[in-house]
């Protein structure tokens, strides 16, 4: 009987990747990562999947902010609030900045306000006024009026009870009051000047108690400077008057007085504790180098010099560290600046005494203040080198997926555990990225390029190109229209064509689920070649949702990549390599 060799069958073995990681830019990058990704989510990690279509308002801003509703401010300088003209107009052309305090929505560097609780409550947080003075009156806390007897450096002989005497025998004249019980002179610690004014009723309406201004142009030396108004008063039918610190030595000339309540130029400004704080550095109003950190008064937005010995009043500090401020924000309570090299927090002091940390470290990116957002208690933001997480101690990158490519002007949002980020890159060229926290994964989504981003409610708006638009693809203003089923895409890093153990892959099985009127291609690159050719493609035009097998025969190579593309909603679950055995090169 014949003898014949047996025929033994191919042994084959399947790995299979069902758990995808997400965007990974780096020259070797670990199994279900892909070098490039465009419009793909990780909601359904670990499949990888098509992100939801966002959509356009087609109502053009500038500048928006998250609050109640959506805020933001028109090319032509208007307000809206809930997509509703306010009657803020008129608004200088140019960066803004919009920043929330209680109901009050402020607007920086144009320092005007909007109380979203009272829509007929707005207008400039500065007030000036001009106006000639009628008298001056030295005057009691209470107004009773002061009449100095004695204008002299010696203590004058024979006073009467009650009788005051200004004592200029020292460097700063001071008033003092004979009192007979006691047979000497005393001191009054608090001396009032009354000035009245020629407007009537526009100092109360402009003006209030305790505002801290900056008075100039009077004929009393003691008037001029940083006061706090101590009263005030007047009327449509009846002079202004109001109520500053100082003493009147002599009878004044009349003159034109000029009344300012200011608000710093600020760099940043951010609201914490019921106060603003800002920074700034560079050259101030009067033409002063400054480094510092400053807020306004406790809740009172207008006021920024107010110092009368309080904790309530404002503060200013100043800082050593060198270099212009990159950022703010209110970081878990306490008011946080930054600049690319330096963090600084405030310790806010319940007495006033408010005290300045610094830590070197990676700050913020010159040009990158809006990526600077809190998610689920971490602070994010884009440095000169990367993403950092900040909790309070050192930063932590975030980034190492992103690759070597260098990006910069970043903004950012978040929703739902999301950090979005939209960067340019070296070209001057958009990028949005999306970073998943909870599954720490990546996705680049396209080159859409949005300058500020603002969540309301459970929605994500984005200003691109001075466009509003809905990141979930919601409808909240009639003319809103959903973009077209963005095309997707997802390149792999490199996958050997030959395994050890003389083992090479014959297929890829790729199953996915494609939704109606969706398509999906497959193209392979073989060593390295820069070609990527054809491997097929599935169309589902006609057909409801379906679940396919697309297998991929790769001929033999050292390695090759894999790249799959297509329109419409797509649900990748697993790409299985089939291995059988091979020589020892391909």
């Not at 199994?31 to 098509?50: C, H, K, Q, V």
């Not at 090299?341 to 940390?357: D, Y």
Request: hydrophobic residues 35%.
């Amino acid at each position: 009987m014949p003898h014949f060799p047996a025929l033994r069958g191919q042994l084959t073995e399947q790995e299979v990747v069902d758990s995808f990681g997400g965007y990974d830019h780096r020259a070797r990058i670990r199994d279900g990562a892909w070098y490039e990704t465009r419009n793909l989510t990780s909601d359904f990690a670990p499949m990888l999947a098509s992100r939801v279509r966002r959509a356009n308002t087609h109502l053009a801003a500038c500048a928006l902010l998250e609050k109640g509703a959506l805020a933001y401010v028109s090319p032509e300088g208007t307000l809206y609030y809930d997509f509703l003209p306010t009657g803020v107009t008129g608004l200088a052309p140019g960066p803004k900045q919009l920043v929330s305090m209680g109901a009050y929505l402020l607007i920086f560097p144009d320092k005007v306000y909007f109380n979203t609780a009272d829509s007929g409550d707005w207008g400039s947080m500065e007030a000036h006024l001009s106006a000639s003075t009628l008298g001056y009156e030295m005057c009691r806390y209470d107004g009773t009026d002061v009449e100095a007897r004695f204008l002299q450096p010696d203590a004058p002989e024979n006073p009467d009870n009650a009788d005051y005497w200004i004592d200029t025998s020292g460097e700063k004249p001071q008033l003092r009051q004979w009192s007979a019980a006691v047979g000497d002179w005393v001191s009054v610690e608090s001396v009032y000047l009354r000035i009245r004014l020629s407007t009537m009723g526009v100092l109360p309406r402009l003006f209030a108690v305790n505002d801290g201004v900056r008075i100039s142009g009077s004929a009393c030396g003691d008037v001029n400077g940083d006061k706090q108004i101590i009263a005030l008063g007047g009327g449509e039918n009846e002079n202004d008057w109001l109520l500053v610190t100082g003493l009147l030595r002599e009878t004044v000339q009349n003159t034109l007085l000029h009344i300012d309540r200011s608000v710093p130029a600020l760099d940043f400004v951010c609201e914490c504790r019921n106060r603003l704080w800002g920074c700034r550095y560079g050259l101030d109003e009067n033409g002063e180098p400054v480094n510092e950190i400053l807020c306004c008064a406790l809740g009172d937005f207008r006021n920024w010099r107010q110092y009368a010995g309080l904790a309530t009043d404002s503060w200013a500090g100043s800082v050593g560290s060198d270099g212009p401020w990159t950022g703010a924000v209110n970081f878990l309570g306490c008011p946080t600046f930054f600049k690319e090299n330096r963090i600084h927090r405030l310790a806010v002091s319940p007495e006033g005494a408010h005290q300045i940390t610094e830590t070197v470290c990676r700050g913020v990116q010159k040009g990158s203040e809006k990526s600077l957002v809190v998610v689920n208690e971490t602070l994010y933001y884009k440095s000169a080198a990367d993403v950092c997480a900040y909790q309070g101690g050192f930063p932590e990158s975030v980034s190492a997926a992103l690759g070597s490519e260098v990006y910069h002007a970043a903004a950012a949002g978040a929703l739902r555990g999301k950090y979005y980020l939209s960067m340019k890159d070296e070209n001057e060229g958009g990028a949005l990225f999306v970073y998943d926290i909870e599954k720490g994964l990546w996705m680049h989504e396209d080159d859409f390029y949005a300058d500020g981003f603002a969540r309301v409610g459970s929605e994500l708006y984005a200003l691109a190109a001075g466009t509003l638009w809905t990141m979930t693809g919601s409808l909240p203003v009639p003319g809103t229209e959903r973009e077209e089923a963005p095309n997707w895409a997802a390149e792999s890093g490199l996958l050997y064509g030959v395994l050890p153990e003389n083992k090479r892959v014959s297929r890829y099985n790729i199953r996915l689920r494609l939704g109606r009127g969706s398509s999906v291609a497959v193209e392979v690159e073989y060593d390295s070649d820069g070609v990527w050719r054809s491997a097929g493609s599935i169309s589902a035009e006609n057909a409801a949702t379906a679940t396919y097998l697309f297998p991929v025969r790769p001929r033999r190579c050292d390695h090759l990549r894999l790249r799959l593309s297509g329109r419409g909603e797509v649900k990748i679950y697993s790409i299985a390599r089939i291995l059988e055995p091979g020589s020892d090169y391909r």
